[in-house]
């Protein structure tokens, strides 16, 4: 990027600034300057540090090929992001009111959050429910539930997110039919569901069935959402609960974007056109606390999956190569301890997703360590963002960042130790391997314990739990409860549903769905046909099981 004289100049330059900088550096200077993944960070960036990067190449312009600078040629100067608060608690009439509150307050796209029965696959009747129905997410049995959590809300004019995976043929199913019931046709619903459950074998640990059939599930639904429901991002593919376990940065992207590749050539496989599907595929990453190193992550993220589509997977519409992604700010970040400090946590990790180029941003609340989010953190939390919109001024210009000698090199660096990672896993036989031989989760737990292990020591600060810390502290924020009512209630909706439902149609259908998931049809149309009779999710999983069986993890070491 620079010339050889220009260069020369410059090394100079800096070989003198070494020199003065010298009798500034003491004992007392902080021992070691690394981000949060463990990487050495230099003192002073210059144009050495960039030399050797291809403006076109590499760094080119917003919009243009291989969008290191965004994907979008105006990005927020056109449309600022979607703004998404993860909501849902209780049952299905509170985190409708949860819904209307939030759009009230100028909320641009619905969240929703399932309880840990749901994200299983079980009822709230299921003796494995007890003590968590509603306590994580709203719980949801039936299409019945589905269609109160969206009441008075009309799904041709909202873009709703669904956080679920092993299940998550049921829920968009059930969304479907109140999609029906509404008269919205399908092909004006959007949105997008997480789906991504080779992530749940790595790190978050939700899951039903074993991979290759979990697998055939999110094919089936790519293939039946791209005919009839083309607006639908059917996989959101996440790095986010890798991060959440303890990944660095360049493991996050890189395994996620390996989960998304083994996606890509399963659909394709089926006999799928890549660029049928591949436009509506869609990311999900951790915004944690490293602001320079998560800018950098992004944007490297960027380049190698435009390359990688366009060149390995001979991707030809352009569409095809966008790496389109949600962000979330890091949970693992907050802290119990002086609560009100993740407001400013939540704040620079949502200003480093921007500064990235996000699509669509949740951003935390203060109280998600302790409690699902009260209503006034859930509504700080999108103030957050909105300040961040229409006050600070860094939507003005498009990747404002482009051209720093430290942001341009960290970028190149990253995308160095991506690919590495990338290609670690091809030699060790794929993502679906290497989840069977612990690889990824023993990589997981290596980082992770060296977080830790810097905290504990002190190289790294943490205000409020190993610094700054207030003697005698008492929390006094307001505590979202969930009334053990809750679960009642829902087992006795369960129980009337069953009561008063034609149960020969629900048997029919469920029988017909063991067909189909027994020869090559398509899962997602059967699934339908149940829930529009009040299948319950548990015994449409039940069903499946009888045909895929159960995964059980085997030991790491």
């Known amino acids: 990027m620079f010339d050889k004289d220009f260069l020369k100049k410059v090394a100079q330059k800096r070989s003198d600034w070494d020199k003065k900088a010298e009798k500034f550096k003491c004992k007392k200077s902080r021992p070691r300057f690394i981000t949060v993944s463990g990487d050495e960070i230099k003192d002073l960036y210059t144009p050495e540090d960039i030399a050797h990067i291809d403006f076109e190449k590499k760094i080119g312009w917003p919009g243009e090929y291989p969008y290191t600078r965004g994907i979008h040629s105006t990005m927020y ?83 709703t997110s669904m956080t679920i995976n092993a299940p998550a043929s049921v829920l968009l199913a059930m969304y479907l039919a109140v999609a029906e019931k509404q008269g919205v046709a399908f092909d004006k619903l959007r949105g997008t569901l997480q789906n991504d459950i080779l992530k749940e074998y790595i790190a978050q640990k939700e899951w039903i069935y074993p991979p290759e059939p979990s697998v055939r599930l999110i094919t089936d639904m790519i293939q039946f959402c791209t005919s009839h429901v083309p607006q639908w991002n059917t996989i959101s593919i ?48 951790n915004a944690h606390q490293d602001f320079f190193e998560e800018i950098a992550k992004y944007r490297a993220a960027r380049r190698i999956y435009a390359r990688r589509m366009r060149e390995k997977y001979k991707a030809k519409d352009e569409k095809s190569w966008l790496l389109r992604f949600h962000t979330q700010t890091a949970g693992c970040s907050l802290t119990a301890q002086q609560p009100e400090n993740n407001i400013i946590r939540t704040a620079y990790e949502a200003l480093s997703a921007v500064m990235g180029g996000t699509q669509s941003l949740h951003t935390n609340s203060m109280d998600e360590t302790l409690a699902l989010p009260s209503d006034k953190a859930a509504l700080i939390a999108l103030r957050t963002q909105q300040v961040l919109a229409h006050e600070t001024g860094v939507t003005n210009t498009i990747d404002p960042l482009a051209g720093s000698y430290f942001v341009e090199a960290l970028t190149d660096r990253m995308e160095n130790d991506i690919e590495t990672i990338l290609d670690e896993i091809d030699r060790r036989g794929g993502v679906v391997k290497c989840i069977e031989e612990g690889y990824l989760q023993r990589e997981i737990a290596k980082s992770a314990y060296r977080y830790q292990l810097e905290i504990e020591r002190r190289e790294r600060i943490i205000v409020g739990i190993n610094d700054y810390i207030m003697d005698n502290e008492q929390i006094d924020i307001p505590i979202l409860r969930i009334d053990e009512s809750v679960e009642r209630e829902q087992a006795k909706s369960i129980r009337l549903i069953k009561e008063r439902r034609d149960n020969d149609k629900v048997k029919r259908t469920l029988d017909d769905l063991v067909s189909t998931c027994k020869t090559n049809g398509n899962t997602l149309k059967g699934i339908l046909d149940c829930v529009r009779v009040m299948a319950t999710e548990g015994e449409i999983s039940d069903a499946m099981k009888t045909v895929f069986g159960e995964y059980h993890e085997p030991p790491v070491i």
């Not at 009822?123 to 049995?141: Q, T």
């Not at 303890?246 to 395994?255: K, L, N, P, Y």
């Not at 390996?258 to 990311?283: I, N």
């Open 238 to 285: 996440s790095g986010y609960h890798i991060r959440e376990a303890g990944s660095t940065a360049a493991q996050e992207a890189a395994f996620t974007l390996a989960d998304g590749f083994t996606y890509v050539e399963a659909a394709m496989k089926q006999g799928m056109d890549v660029d049928e599907f591949a436009p509506r595929l869609s990311y999900f990453f």
């Open 77 to 159: 100067r056109t449309r600022l992001w979607t703004m998404r608060q993860f909501s849902g608690m209780g049952n299905a009439r509170q985190t409708n009111q949860r819904y209307h509150y939030l759009l009230k307050n100028g909320q641009t796209g619905l969240s929703v959050a399932f309880d840990l029965p749901t994200l299983m696959g079980y009822d709230s009747d299921h003796p494995r429910s007890l003590g968590e129905v509603g306590k994580c997410g709203v719980a949801v049995d039936t299409l019945a539930d589905m269609e109160i959590i969206f009441d008075k809300i009309n799904l041709a004019e909202v873009s």
